[in-house]
């Protein structure tokens, strides 16, 4: 337990001492969200109509962004092979990794969700629909980051690779993600999310586990 | 331990031999192509010539004898993949990730096929070349998960070592297979219900069945026989890049 804590400790300092990091995920998250108007044009309640769905692009993309530094820079000074050699289960060791991952690349995100959903026309009950599904979903979409970044952490170009890897798993998040928001049947779609969220962070440590070790032997 | 107590090599142990596994199966190799060859002609005939008209879709029912098989390959070749995979992971299996290898282009051939037949069958029929039914969609996924291995595959320098990594992500992406059988039960939006493999028995009259099933196995050949020979070629090409390996070390020396 002791190692876990120390484990969580070290990556949530690395994280946030990385520089502007966390700043820049909800920026580009911002952004994205924001530059959709400009392309669709300022029709408000068109806005209104997709604007689920634009959170959900956003947040799937703002994820994909900070997927590189879970398991790269660990890869590349040898660390990895150095927290493989630990007492702690690789399992557990990427549990943890996931956990910080998810508290300053999802968290954020969901902080400032309700800037992107007031510009994109959303109002009251959806507004709060979008933070809860947002705050259901973002688990599921970080454990199968996790996955694609532990398969490609041996590529030396695999940041490229990795998005095309996940997206297909990512689908159905957002399928129930904005059907959350949208659908009639929001609370059905708030449970399957969550469903979804606890299946996938509950096997992701261990496929991404033996994803790395096999990699390195 | 003494050659006498050694245990003999079984079948399993010998054919994970590359070389063993091509002097073993190469003389299957044309007797696949010769049943391949004559179950497609049989099959085309009686698709093309003695089946019955669709009484509301006319001759476009003759699309379903390419359609259907395609569209079962897709599903087959991801689970040879996925027995593969295990194959690869639990015994470490030589063979077994060749096959994953060899397999996954051309299940991405079988699913590109199924996606385009089942279009041009559905402009005449449901009036649409694409609608985002849950049996498509998850095709389409399907055919996006076999782009990101091969993608996958190519990317790594070292392929043993790709293998186990590979193996460990078709087995993640092995969920999609259930979504896309129960697909049509669970969200009735356009493509029919499953009609041939029914607990009651198929739903179809005899003379559309026999050529459907001809088809079918017409396919399956095909797909074992392109399987078989895409795995000798692939044994084959790891030997040319050991021996080009050794041939670079050997100058260095």
């Known amino acids: 337990m002791t190692i876990l804590r120390a484990m969580l400790a070290r990556e949530l300092r690395l994280a946030l001492r990385g520089g502007g990091d966390v700043l820049t995920l909800v920026l580009f998250f911002v952004i994205v969200g924001a530059i959709v108007p400009f392309a669709v044009g300022p029709d408000r309640a068109l806005l209104a109509r997709i604007a689920p769905g634009i959170v959900w692009?956003?947040?799937f993309l703002a994820m994909l962004l900070g997927l590189d530094r879970l398991f790269r820079p660990d890869h590349d000074d040898g660390s990895l092979i150095l927290l493989r050699q630990s007492e702690l289960p690789l399992s557990m060791v990427i549990a943890a990794k996931l956990i910080v991952h998810w508290l300053v690349s999802a968290v954020p995100l969901i902080i400032a969700s309700p800037f992107l959903a007031v510009l994109l026309s959303m109002e009251g009950e959806a507004l709060w629909r979008t933070i809860l599904s947002l705050l259901l979903g973002t688990p599921a979409l970080a454990a199968f980051g996790a996955i694609g970044a532990a398969v490609t952490v041996s590529i030396r170009r695999g940041g490229l690779i990795a998005p095309i890897l996940i997206a297909p798993l990512s689908i159905p998040v957002l399928i129930f993600g904005t059907g959350s928001i949208t659908a009639t049947q929001s609370s059905a779609a708030m449970l399957f999310l969550a469903a979804l969220s606890l299946m996938a962070v509950a096997l992701a440590p261990f496929a991404a586990a033996l994803a790395i070790s096999s990699a390195e032997d | 331990m003494s050659i006498e107590t050694a245990p003999k090599l079984?079948?399993?142990?010998?054919?994970?031999?590359?070389?063993?596994?091509?002097?073993?199966?190469k003389p299957l190799l044309w007797p696949l192509v010769?049943?391949?060859a004559v179950l497609f002609v049989v099959g085309l005939y009686f698709a093309f010539f003695n089946s019955p008209q669709d009484y509301q879709m006319g001759d476009t029912v003759r699309i379903m004898y390419v359609h259907v098989p395609n569209a079962?390959?897709?599903?087959?070749?991801?689970g040879v993949m996925t027995v593969s995979a295990v194959g690869t992971l639990v015994w470490r299996h030589p063979m077994a990730d060749v096959s994953m290898k060899a397999a996954a282009p051309l299940g991405a051939l079988f699913t590109a096929l199924a996606l385009f037949t089942g279009s041009l069958w559905g402009r005449p029929t449901w009036g649409t070349f694409w609608e985002w039914d849950g049996r498509m969609t998850s095709t389409l996924v399907l055919l996006f998960i076999y782009l990101g291995l091969i993608a996958l595959w190519r990317a790594f320098d070292d392929q043993l070592r790709a293998a186990r990594v590979i193996a460990v992500f078709t087995l993640v992406g092995a969920i999609n297979i259930p979504i896309i059988k129960f697909s049509v039960d669970w969200w009735s939006t356009l493509h029919q219900p499953a009609s041939v493999f029914r607990a009651d028995g198929p739903r179809m009259p005899g003379s559309i069945l026999t050529p459907l099933f001809v088809m079918f196995f017409a396919f399956t050949f095909l797909f074992?026989?392109?399987?078989?020979?895409a795995m000798h070629t692939e044994v084959k090409?790891?030997?040319?890049i050991g021996l080009q390996r050794r041939m670079a070390q050997g100058d260095r020396a």
């Open chain 2, 237 to 240: 090409r790891r030997r040319v």
């Open chain 1, 57 to 59: 692009i956003a947040a």
């Open chain 2, 34 to 36: 010769i049943v391949t």
């Open chain 2, 72 to 78: 079962w390959l897709s599903q087959f070749v991801y």
């Open chain 2, 224 to 229: 074992i026989t392109l399987q078989l020979k």
């Open chain 2, 10 to 25: 079984n079948w399993w142990n010998r054919i994970a031999n590359p070389g063993q596994f091509v002097i073993w199966t």
